[in-house]
């Protein structure tokens, strides 16, 4: 199984700034990356598929980047609704698996 | 808009057996993969397994932690998702997510929209 690992766990930021969240995988997954926005209580939310594409609806404040191995997710403007947990996720094969979560924190 | 509606959940003994339903609306159902995801409370997320849209030569995969033991299935006449879970253990104990997932370009098929939920307890 492709393993998917997160960095870091979680992080705190203020309102305003920016923040990028890192997600490797332990094998070269081309670009078969998303991303999912998980908030306490509710279900997962998809943010980014295809390592960059955002899903129709989300803000543009959400970015994603890279290939292969490493991967980004960058958040601009952050306000108080970001706060979240934030997954990664490869579908390049069977079985997809998921980066252990980064919890976001807005100060 | 897209709806996802799990039920079945509840309290079962190990070694006894669950049957997840879901029930989906609000998009064509048979063009669509659909997947069970789970998640243990406070921890991270794990996939179960898919069943593919309608026709297709492959019709279901399965995680091997619980392959010979669940089984997803469906029908496409009601719309609806299932997931028989049999030989349940405590470590399957985990909220019960039902997912679409929609085409990524080429032959890829990945999450898309999420239900809320069902809750699995399996304790003696």
């Known amino acids: 199984d492709i393993q998917m690992t997160q960095s870091p766990s979680s992080l705190s930021a203020s309102v305003g700034d920016r923040v990028t969240i890192t997600c490797r995988a332990s094998q070269d997954i081309i670009d078969r990356l998303a991303w999912f926005q998980q908030k306490p209580g509710r279900a997962p939310k998809s943010l980014v598929y295809?390592?960059?594409t955002l899903e129709s609806g989300v803000p543009s404040k959400f970015s994603g980047s890279g290939a292969g191995t490493d991967f980004t997710l960058t958040i601009t403007n952050l306000q108080p609704e970001d706060s979240a947990t934030y997954y990664c996720?490869?579908?390049?094969?069977?079985?997809?698996?998921f980066g252990q979560g980064t919890r976001l924190e807005i100060k | 808009e897209v709806k996802l509606v799990e039920s079945g959940g509840a309290l079962v003994r190990p070694g006894g057996s669950l049957r997840l339903s879901c029930e989906a609306s609000g998009f064509t159902f048979s063009d669509y993969y659909m997947d069970w995801v789970r998640q243990v409370a406070g921890k991270g997320l794990e996939w179960v397994g898919r069943s593919r849209n309608k026709g297709n030569r492959n019709p279901t995969e399965h995680a091997a932690s619980v392959k010979g033991r669940f089984t997803v299935s469906r029908d496409f006449s009601k719309n609806s998702l299932y997931l028989q879970m049999n030989s349940l253990k405590t470590e399957d104990t985990a909220v019960y997510y039902c997912?679409?997932?929609?085409?990524?370009?080429?032959?890829?098929?990945?999450?898309?929209?999420w239900g809320q939920g069902t809750l699995v307890t399996v304790s003696s």
């Open positions: 295809a390592t960059s």
């Open positions: 996720q490869h579908y390049r094969n069977y079985p997809p698996t």
């Open positions: 997912v679409r997932s929609g085409p990524r370009g080429g032959n890829e098929w990945n999450f898309d929209y």
